[in-house]
């Protein structure tokens, strides 16, 4: 591992994790990066630190540029512990620097550490700190991701440590998003773009939209955009901004996901006609079995589309566990801007369709009523209704979809 530049005087430092593949609960099967960064200038200053695992790489990424005992500032973005639980093995080497961090932020750290002995500066928006060259301006982004969440901007550089905005679960050895777009490709910089963004952001759409409009009124220019996951935006700062822009404000492919689980595939065989009427009015359908698949992929998946049907058994009486399971992880991230039905199967009292559709009403989503459901297995005429309930619903998604465009 080693220190890359990436302006003049700013260094990544941070570490590569090609092996985590459950990020509390998020699937992660490209890993991720624990971005910081080291500003060599007279005071010399290290953003955020990173999984506590890590420690030992950023210490010996920082040694690669100068003794860490010379860093005098920690600014700490963010505490969740992917940054910030390696704190005491930093401090423990700088025990004289100062950390610039939120009051929310010092608050939970008091927490995690015993911080009785470190020195903090509180920062909030509009706070700056001088390193000699370069000024370093901090804004406050609450709930991006945590409530002390903050971002620093250099502003000699125009470079923006975003903390986990605009980051995306990708270990590689590429530190640049033109690196990445070469050595892989831009459909996949966006997928994790998307990915990240759906299982982890996806309730702040508004304070996004807030926050990306206070930097604008600040009059704060941007030529680099470097998180604390995943790839710097160093070719094209501007697109993730407008990316992010457009999925808060509901941004999302003509498209619906279907998302199932069967006991005796008595509802898996419904979603076969529903998805062909869906396709014949011409809306592109993708069909999940839930029990397959890991929940933030089927959370992305549900993102991308304009339209989402669940289809679910009763067991009794109740939604199938697994269905409940994955809208009540779904009702948290509370989305909106998307149209939603629901189909299954029973065997006597029913129950699961009905349940469905009382957690849909507990979220910000477009209903879709009537559900359809069938006894036992669906019979030929039963999926003949099953193929019009596709159509209809697709017809229903491509005039709701009108509404963003
Ligand atoms: Fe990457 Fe909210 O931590």
Redesign the pocket.
């Known amino acids: 591992m080693k220190a890359v530049e990436i302006k003049p005087g700013i260094y990544w430092v941070g570490a590569i994790d090609w092996a985590v593949r459950d990020f509390h609960g998020y699937v992660t099967p490209d890993g991720t990066t624990y971005n910081n960064y080291l500003i060599l200038d007279k005071q010399i200053t290290l953003v955020d630190t990173v999984k506590h695992d890590f420690a030992q790489v950023t210490i010996d990424n920082i040694k690669s540029l100068t003794d860490p005992s010379k860093i005098v500032n920690l600014v700490i973005n ?1 505490i ?1 512990p ?2 910030a639980s390696s704190i005491d093995r930093i401090m423990s080497l700088i025990p004289g620097a100062t950390i610039y961090i939120s009051e929310k932020g010092k608050k939970g750290l008091d927490r995690y550490f015993d911080t009785s002995k470190w020195k903090f500066t509180i920062v909030k928006t509009g706070d700056t700190l001088n390193t000699g060259k370069y000024n370093l301006l901090f804004l406050e982004t609450p709930m991006l ?2 409530p002390d ?1 903050m971002m620093t901007y250099l502003k000699e550089l125009k470079l923006l440590i975003s ?2 905005a605009f ?1 995306q679960h990708i270990a590689t050895s590429s530190r640049f998003d033109d690196e990445f777009v070469e050595c892989a490709s831009r459909a996949e910089l966006e997928d994790s773009v998307i990915d990240y963004y759906a299982n ?1 952001l996806m309730p702040f759409g508004q304070l996004i939209r807030n926050k990306i409009s206070e930097i604008e009124k600040l009059g704060i220019e941007i030529d680099m955009i470097a998180p ?2 995943g790839v710097i935006w160093r070719k094209e700062p501007g697109s993730i901004i407008q990316k992010y822009l457009d999925m808060a404000n509901g941004k999302a492919s003509l498209g619906v996901t279907i998302v199932y689980d069967t006991m005796w595939h008595s509802t898996e065989q419904m979603t076969l006609p529903i998805m062909h009427g869906i396709k014949d009015e011409g809306v592109d359908c993708k069909v999940i079995k839930l029990r397959s698949t890991p929940t933030s992929f089927v959370i992305k998946e549900f993102w991308k589309s304009r339209g989402c049907l669940i289809g679910s058994p009763t067991l009794n009486n109740i939604l199938f566990p697994s269905i409940y399971e994955f809208l009540s992880h779904l009702r948290g991230l509370r989305p909106q801007n998307r149209i939603i039905g629901a189909f299954g199967s029973y065997g006597w009292g029913g129950g699961a369709v009905k349940e469905a559709y009382e957690e849909f009403k507990r979220m910000k989503l477009e209903i879709f009523e009537p559900g359809i459901q069938v006894v036992y297995k669906p019979t030929f005429e039963e999926e003949k209704k099953c193929y019009e309930f596709g159509r209809l619903f697709s017809k229903k998604v491509k005039e709701y979809h009108k509404k963003f465009i």
Do not use: A, N, P
Request: glycine share 8%; charged share 30%.
């Open positions: 963010h969740e992917d940054h991701h945590w969440s903390q986990d980051g982890i604390d996951h």
